[in-house]
């Protein structure tokens, strides 16, 4: 089963603009990770961010986690055209070893 | 070490025969996961080792499915009597810590397409 939920579904931004992606979780979390997925290839690691941690960035990245909430939100600043491609956030529970994972928001930046 | 391998990259295969993919992960990572993902959907864990030890199984691994890591190195993952609805991409990742404190690195995949 899936833990997580993004939102948006799909977001279309123009190249430059920043883009919003928010993740829901269910469970209590170890950790929270962001993944990207170019089309039809496999998953890379973009950030991972603590239970412990509020916020955190990388390059253009920056994340949020509310654990109140149950809530991540990923912001990816002046958007490339590079960065087309789906967007996963991956939740790793206290009680188990294995990460589970949303379904995505699908980002398409236009240039 | 280039990553984290999968083979083959694309299988076709007609619906009843069986299929065996294989993961190579990073040398160094004692942990590796199977997962599998359909078409819009994100990946949907199926098992993971620890070395040479399943650790737990997802209920979407049905008795058609087996896994095998048995060196505590590579590891195939196997579907007997394939059925149509198991066409997906077949992911696999590697990871050097439990608890996922660090993130894992995917394979490319298996893409199965079941005709």
């Known amino acids: 089963s899936q833990q997580g939920e993004e939102d948006p579904q799909a977001l279309s931004i123009q190249e430059g603009e920043n883009a919003t992606m928010n993740c829901s979780y269910k469970?209590?979390?170890?950790?929270l990770q962001w993944y990207r997925q170019n089309s039809g290839r496999g998953l890379v690691h973009l950030i991972l961010?603590?239970?412990?941690?509020r916020e955190k960035h990388s390059g253009r990245l920056r994340v949020t986690l509310d654990t109140s909430k149950k809530s991540s939100s990923l912001l990816i600043t002046a958007s490339r055209a590079a960065d087309t491609a789906s967007y996963f956030c991956?939740?790793?529970?206290?009680?188990?070893?294995?990460?589970?994972f949303g379904a995505g928001t699908r980002l398409t930046v236009k240039p | 070490d280039t990553g984290v391998s999968q083979d083959p990259r694309h299988k076709i295969t007609k619906r009843g025969q069986n299929v065996t993919f294989r993961c190579d992960p990073i040398?160094?990572?004692?942990?590796l996961y199977w997962y599998r993902q359909t078409l819009g959907q994100g990946p949907e864990f199926l098992t993971y080792?620890?070395?040479?030890?399943?650790?737990?199984k997802s209920r979407l691994l049905s008795d058609r499915f087996s896994a095998e890591r048995p060196k505590g190195s590579f590891s195939t993952l196997e579907i007997q009597r394939t059925e149509q609805g198991d066409s997906a991409m077949y992911l696999c990742?590697?990871?050097?810590?439990?608890?996922?404190?660090?993130?894992?690195?995917f394979g490319s995949g298996t893409r199965l397409t079941v005709v």
């Open positions: 990742a590697s990871s050097l810590e439990s608890q996922g404190t660090y993130g894992y690195t």
């Open positions: 991956a939740t790793v529970p206290y009680n188990n070893n294995d990460m589970r």
């Open positions: 961010i603590r239970s412990n941690e």
């Open positions: 080792f620890q070395n040479e030890a399943q650790l737990e």
């Open positions: 469970t209590s979390i170890n950790n």
């Open positions: 040398s160094e990572h004692n942990r």
